[in-house]
């Protein structure tokens, strides 16, 4: 019975002289086209809800030391903690190399500290109520640090309809692997504390979350705004030189 049904499918589609249209291409495997930014820099944000009020402030800040590019981020909540996020990544395709993750108001010393080493496994040694753990994961050649995500997506090529895969590593105190995806979904003309900007908005999914972006259409591709879903952060300062 099933070969009957396959020849009576092959049989209607030999009657129509109407090719068949060719299957959507998988999307290719992020890469590095361009590092826009200098080897140093400062963007201050603030962050507010959706109806407008601030929650807080966050800085990026770039330093590029030999071969080694040091991405740290800085997050400022009113009324509850702040968090430090520092990513060392390489310089020629920001592929990640360590980081460490500090609550100042918990502990000075990092709370978790990770290593990427050559043999494709991550090693994360975390300070928690239970002792000090330590983990060991196998990662993927395309990964990418979760802490490195919004320097990353300023090197992607800004066209729309641009889409690109990677596996997104999120480290707490321990690896959590995500298969991600980055489209360039538009065109926008935002207005934020730093002035107005010609932005490209960018659709990041990760497992079931989604995020969106809005980067410069200018070089650096400064990050102008981000909406995780739960508010935004907006562009409020920028330095060159710190």
Same mark, same amino acid.
């Given at each position: 019975?099933?070969?009957?049904?396959?020849?009576?499918?092959?049989?209607?589609?030999?009657?129509?002289?109407?090719?068949?249209?060719?299957?959507?291409?998988?999307?290719?495997?992020?890469?590095?086209?361009?590092?826009?930014?200098?080897?140093?820099?400062?963007?201050?944000?603030?962050?507010?809800?959706?109806?407008?009020?601030?929650?807080?402030?966050?800085?990026?800040?770039?330093?590029?030391?030999?071969?080694?590019?040091?991405?740290?981020?800085?997050?400022?909540?009113?009324?509850?903690?702040?968090? /430090?996020?520092?990513?060392?990544?390489?310089?020629?395709?920001?592929?990640?190399?360590?980081?460490?993750?500090?609550?100042?108001? /918990?502990?000075?010393?990092?709370?978790?500290?990770?290593?990427?080493?050559?043999? %494709?496994?991550?090693?994360?040694?975390?300070?928690?109520?239970? %002792?000090?753990?330590?983990?060991?994961?196998?990662?993927?050649?395309?990964?990418?640090?979760? $802490?490195?995500?919004?320097?990353?997506?300023?090197?992607?090529?800004?066209?729309?309809?641009?889409?690109?895969?990677?596996?997104?590593?999120?480290?707490?105190?321990?690896?959590?692997?995500?298969?991600?995806?980055?489209?360039?979904?538009?065109?926008?003309?935002?207005?934020?504390?730093?002035?107005?900007?010609?932005? +490209?908005?960018?659709?990041?999914?990760?497992?079931? $979350?989604?995020?969106?972006?809005? +980067? %410069?259409?200018?070089?650096?591709? +400064?990050? /102008?705004?981000?909406?995780?879903?739960? %508010?935004?952060?907006?562009?409020?300062?920028?330095?060159?030189?710190?």
């Amino acid at each position: 019975m099933l070969i009957a049904i396959t020849g009576l499918t092959l049989a209607g589609c030999a009657g129509n002289n109407e090719p068949e249209p060719a299957p959507e291409p998988e999307p290719a495997s992020v890469t590095v086209s361009e590092i826009p930014w200098p080897d140093t820099e400062f963007t201050g944000y603030v962050i507010q809800d959706y109806d407008g009020n601030e929650m807080g402030s966050s800085a990026l800040l770039i330093r590029k030391t030999l071969d080694i590019y040091n991405l740290n981020q800085k997050y400022v909540f009113e009324g509850s903690f702040d968090q /430090v996020l520092i990513a060392n990544v390489k310089a020629d395709d920001l592929k990640p190399l360590a980081g460490t993750i500090t609550i100042p108001e /918990v502990m000075l010393a990092p709370l978790v500290t990770y290593l990427y080493k050559e043999d %494709g496994t991550l090693t994360i040694d975390a300070a928690t109520e239970e %002792g000090n753990q330590h983990t060991v994961v196998n990662v993927p050649e395309d990964t990418y640090d979760n $802490n490195e995500l919004l320097f990353l997506l300023r090197t992607i090529p800004f066209e729309i309809g641009y889409t690109a895969t990677f596996t997104n590593v999120k480290i707490t105190t321990k690896a959590e692997k995500r298969a991600a995806t980055v489209t360039v979904v538009g065109e926008e003309k935002l207005q934020v504390p730093a002035g107005n900007f010609d932005t +490209y908005k960018v659709e990041l999914t990760s497992a079931s $979350n989604k995020k969106y972006l809005w +980067y %410069g259409k200018e070089k650096p591709h +400064y990050l /102008v705004k981000l909406d995780d879903g739960t %508010g935004v952060i907006l562009l409020e300062e920028i330095k060159e030189k710190f």
